[in-house]
Every structure is written in C-alpha cells, then in structure tokens.
C-alpha cells in the first residue's frame, strides 16, 4: 500500500476557490475521511488526487513520485464512487474484471482473482447477473470488488454508502471497516456523515470551503473541536455555543453569559474577554437551582428512542440536553443544568479558533 | 384454563380502504371521442398504402377499377414489373447505399458526438455550434459544390459517389451529443481510473451502453437514405441504379404504367415496411429520441 500527499493542492473555478492550499500526509494503511458539509470542497480534492480533475496549484506525491500531472490510468489508484459506476451492459463478473483487461491480464489469472474477490465479498453466486439485477448493497459489494481486483496502492471512495438505507449503511460500513484492517490498506473516504467517520476513520480531515479545518483522529476532533466550525459540525445534537465572557473570581475563573455562570477548569484568574462558551449536550446534567451554572426554559423534547433531547432556552439562545430516556422535563418547565468544567471548551468569538490555556488563553491554530 | 398469545392490532392500524371510484362518465366520453379520431387519422394513413398494393395486385386490364377489393388477384404487375427493369439489382444497390450511407453517418455521428460531450477543448461550443449549423444550410446550396467536386474525383455515376458526400450527417451528432450530455459522467470516469484511454472507454463502455440509441438512429438513418430521391437521381445518370430512380421508368410523357408502376412502389417500400414491422419498438423510440415527428 501507498502513501499520499498533498502539498498546497488548490482548486480554483474561475473567482472560485473550491479548495484552497490542502497540505496532507496520508500514511501507508492509514483510513483518512474527508468530511465537510456539502460544497465544502472534498470531492474536488478527492478527484485531484485520483487525477479526474487537475489542480490549480501544488502537488500531489504517490510514494514520493509526483503524480500530479499523471493520467488517472497510470496512477495506481483505484476509485469507489458515490453511484457506484457499474458498467450497465456487463456481468458482475465482467465489471470486476473490468481493469484487468485493461492491464491485459491473462484470462486465467484474471478469473482467479475475481473468484477470489467474490468470494471475499459474498458476490460468487451472482457473478452472472448484470447490475440492474442487483440490490444497492449488492452494487455497492460490486464496486468495492473492482476496486479490490485492482490490488492498488490505495483506495479512493467517494461517499459509497450515500444510497444505502439505514441498516444496510451501517453493515456495509462495519465490512468495510473490516476490509480495511484485512488489508491494511490505505484509505481516502469522502462522506459528510459524521457517523461514518467517527466509526472508520483513523484520522479525519474537517473542510470548511475548501480549507482545512482540523486534522485529528475521530477523538480528537470530537472532543478538542478546533474551532466552532468542528464544535457545530460534529454530535448530534451538535456542540451547544453560546456567547459568554471570562470573570476571574476568588482564584479561579469563571465564564458568564445571560443566565450563565460556570466555573473553568483554570485554576487562576485569567484577565476578562469575551468568548464562545462551547459545551455537548451530554454533558449538560440537571442540577438543583442551587448548583445550577445555567438556568433556562425547556421548549421542546425530542424522543430518540433510548434517549431524550430537551431543547432551551437560555437567555437568548438555544441550548440542547441529551440524556437517557425519559429526562422528566416537558415542554414549558424550567430547568437547571450544570456542567463539570473539563466539558466546558471556549472559542475566540472573531476567528472562531478553540482557545486553549497556555498559560494564557491564545487563538490556536489548526 | 389455557393461555395463548396473540398478536396484538391496534384499533388504528385497521384501515377501511374505500373502493375504488366509478371512473367519471367525462373521461369516458373524452376517450371514446380521441379513439375515433385516432381510428379515422389512422385510416387516412392506411389508405393510399393499401390502394397501393390494391392496385398493384389488380389484373392489368383492372388498374382503374375503383373496386375496394382487388378481385380477381394477380401477381402480373409484378411479373412486368421484373420484367422492364432489373428490381432486383436495384433494390440490392439501394440497400447497399442505405445501409452505408446510415453506418458511416453513425460512425462519424459517434465520434464528433463523443469529442463535443466527453471533452473540453477551445472553440469547443463555436465548433459545435458551426457543426450543428451545416444542418440548416439547404441541400440546394451543397449541390452544386458537391456535384462537381463528385465529377473531378470521377464518382459521378457511381454508387460511391451517392455515398461519400452524405457520410457525416449534423442530424446524427446533434441527437448522438444530447445523450452523451446525459450519459453519467461516473462511467467514464470510473473507466478511466479502471485503465481506459479515451479511445477504449469509447468503444467498451460509450457504444455498449448507448446500443439502444444507435440502433434507434441507425435506423432513422437507413428510412432516410432509402427515401432519398433527388441526390441519387442527381449523381446516378442511369435510371436503373436504385430502385427509387428505377419508378420513373414507368412514367411517360404518354401516360404512367400504372399496374407495374405500384408494384414496383410496393416493392420499394416493402423492406421499409418489414424493418418497421420487426423493429416498432426500436423505430418509435427513434421519432420520440429524435423529437421528430
């Protein structure tokens, strides 16, 4: 398997820049999920490291060969896409062996390594139907074989499991996980499902228009969110922000908003400035008026199954309360929450960057 | 005392499903009225064909009967059709006129098609526009240019030369490019990672996949060019080179030979006829792809 990177990679569409000077160094074996809201400009650089679309600048290495300027059929690269792409007048035995005519491959060969994909796959008894025979997740096993016959250097997807029910999308998600480790192959995946890269990825990419938000493993990036742009991506519910301000008091510090009051985690008093106050919904915990750090009216309650999500309001703003089910609050009560001040995270509010105490809070960067 | 377990239904999944409505006494009468004036459309159509082939089988001294069925029936019209003109050699020669005239249109059609929709070059829509352009220029205008260019390359008189100038037709890259607009861009893609150059991806993934359209086109292409009357009898001085040309040899400044006149015609349509017969579906689908009509 192959390492990928990416120096300064940017895409322009005339004023537009879908993607603007991506640096990245995607390990040998290593599962790295592009994920960004749509438009956010991961496809584009998915097909510019598969070569289907040229960059507007910077470079892209395969092992340290520059590939940028290499047709896709040379780069050793194979590509899953979101429609899955089977050639509609072939077999599925045909559509996997697909490249290996291209290479020209000797017919036996060729038939023993799409055996030994399908049987992989669990695709042997429908190697003569033709794809309009197939259910999406059989389609989806189809395009995953005749990416694997390929053995490439690395994998490309393009959200694979987009057109996949629920249930199927969470199998299929497990397979390829699986497949993954089996293979210790390396992985670009694109998806603007947050679940789908928490569960798979080793590390995730966070695109924000066309520019690198954080790079992080699924932990990382879930629990030191790099700025509000991850903190409100990321969970759902996502991430409750608000504006508060920082008070230093009696040695510590605390951070005060309308109807807000909660103690940081900093054990100094740290000069006053506005912030973003950021904080989960599972985090927040109902508390006795007395202990309560928020205060604020349930407007609404949302039945998950499990769990309960109240949503309130503070102030002006909207906050949201995760919890087991049943929460006991119902629409019109006031509530009182608290939460412990490891889970409390603060942004700058002009740049929107995580601020981290060092010893004084400063903009990081991602 | 016994105890069972039964599914439990709730009052409120049961459903009463109304019956299904009387169809309303308007749609019925709007329907009775398009079908009659469909059936008499139709008959219209139907009826020069069948006095065609009415006449065509009438004895030779009851051509001008008006009787609508041709009774006694005989096949003498066609017997002095084969007689007073080589069909047979004429109806090959239009076929084999057709039939290239439809592959090469298609061939080019294909190519300019796959060049204007797969690729992105400069001048691309200024080409294409040109290209699309030459459709409007009328056939008066290329006929002289054409016909002498056909008398220096000493191909007049010939099949070849009924051939060459029709080859490339706009009709064909215009309809042929508005489906390759269409057709997923992920296929050729996906190709191109698989190994494909633009050439392979051509013919193992475009042509396969688009085999309805051709084979719709195509045969849009064979009727016109088995229609064809003027080019033909512009190039072909000889009036036994197709059978189209063949016809006026029925026709005299003394009056027309009717009888052997609509045999001959019969004959002429007759593969038209067959090709549509076995191939409806494939043909309706040409007029509704082509927006024609």
Known sequence: MSRIQLEGLTRRFGSVTAVDDIWLDVADGEFLVLLGPSGCGKSTLLRMIAGLLPPTGGR????????????????????????????????????????????????????????????????????????????????????????????????????????????????????????????????????????????????????????LEQVGTPEQVYDEPASTFVAGFLGSPPMN????????????????????????????????????????????????????????????????????????????????????????????????????????????????RRLAWQPTPVATSA | MTATIEPTVHEDQVVDHPAAADEPVGHRGRGVVGHVVLAVLSLACLFPIYWLYATSLRAPEDVYSLSVLPWPLSLDNYADAFAKTDMVRMLVNTTVVAVLTALGQLLTGLLAAYAFAAWRFRFQKLLYLMFVGTWLVPFQVTMLPNYVLLSQLSLLNTLAGVIVPTLCSALGVLLLRQHLMGFPKELLEAARMDGRSSWGILWTVVVPTLRPVLAALGILLVITAWNEYFWPAMVLQRSNGMVQLGLRSFMGTEGNDWGPLMAAAGLTCLPIFLLYLVLQRHIVNAFVRSGLK
């Open chain 1, 241 to 352: 922000l608000v504006p508060a301000s920082l008070a230093p008091a009696d040695g510590r510090t605390r951070a005060r908003g309308t109807d807000i009051d909660l103690l940081l985690p900093f054990a100094t008093e740290l000069p006053a400035r506005p912030v973003v106050l950021g904080v989960r919904p599972e985090h927040l915990v109902l508390t006795t008026p007395e202990d309560a750090g928020i205060r604020g009216v349930v407007r609404a309650v949302e039945n998950l199954g499990s769990e309960e999500v109240a949503h309130c309001l503070v102030g002006d703003d909207r906050l949201c309360l995760r919890g087991p089910r049943p929460l006991g609050l119902r629409a019109g009560d006031p509530v009182h929450l608290r939460a412990a001040p490891e889970h409390l995270h603060l942004f700058d509010p002009d740049s929107g």
């Open chain 1, 60 to 211: 892209v290495l395969l092992d340290d060969t520059d590939i940028t300027h290499t047709p896709p059929r040379q780069r050793d690269l194979a590509m899953v896409f979101q429609s899955y792409a089977l050639y509609p007048h072939l077999s599925v035995a045909r559509n996997i062996g697909f490249p290996l005519r291209a290479r020209r491959l000797p017919k036996a060969t060729a038939q023993a390594k799409i055996a030994d994909v399908a049987a992989v796959l669990d695709l042997t008894e429908l190697l003569d139907r033709k794809p309009k025979e197939l259910s999406g997740g059989q389609r989806q096993r189809v395009a995953l074989g005749r990416a694997l016959v390929r053995d490439p250097g690395a994998f490309l997807m393009d959200e694979p499991l987009s057109n996949l029910d629920a249930k199927l999308r969470s199998s299929t998600r497990a397979e390829i996980s699986a497949l993954h480790q089996r293979l210790a192959a390396t992985v670009v995946y694109v998806t603007h499902d947050q679940v789908e890269a928490m569960t798979m990825a080793t590390r995730i990419v966070l695109l924000d228009k066309g520019k």
